[in-house]
């Protein structure tokens, strides 16, 4: 097993799991994507590691990772495909829970996260066959996206007001 050490493959590993390459588990989430879909040969799988300073500080932020490198460690080899890089993420309460807590979160969320990825692989492949043409290819909802669906049209920023305005105010 190898470790990921570039910014890009972290991104194109968050990237990827946005698909719905992910599990949630209380201490850590879990983000997983097949490098196969790169061109690049099936090699052994990769893990990467990474925690935020909302976390804590540097001491707490070091447990947490240690914390989850063990986990990777003692977990069967089985359970970790080849050819997939995986990204945990660890979150705070990595400090308070059991270990064993944390080995059987990590079993099912391997479990989901390789479950969603053979869900994911034949929904695009029933796409590029041609079997679903639903939508007009820029969304089947045509909602806006997530960073402009709380957007008003009329800018959002302050308000200027007009020289009228602005010399009523002051009259008293």
Do not use: C
Request: aromatic letters at 2%; a positive charge.
């Amino acid at each position: 097993m190898e470790r990921l050490k570039r910014r890009s493959d972290f991104r194109a590993v968050t990237q990827a799991a946005g698909a719905g390459a992910r599990a949630h588990a209380s201490a850590f989430i879990l983000q997983a994507r097949a490098r196969a879909q790169d061109g690049a040969q099936a090699g052994p799988p990769r893990v990467g590691f990474t925690v935020s300073k909302q976390v804590g500080n540097a001491v707490q932020r070091n447990r947490v990772r240690r914390r989850l490198r063990e986990l990777i460690r003692l977990t069967p080899k089985a359970s970790l495909s080849a050819g997939h890089d995986y990204v945990l993420i660890g979150r705070r309460a990595a400090l308070k829970v059991a270990f064993d807590a944390m080995m059987k979160e990590l079993g099912g969320a391997l479990r989901r996260v390789h479950a969603s990825s053979k869900s994911a692989s034949s929904k695009s492949a029933a796409n590029k066959s041609g079997a679903d043409k639903s939508g007009d290819g820029t969304g089947a909802s045509g909602a806006l996206s997530p960073h402009r669906a709380g957007r008003s049209k009329g800018g959002g920023g302050k308000r200027q007001m007009g020289r009228q305005n602005r010399a009523s105010q002051h009259e008293h």
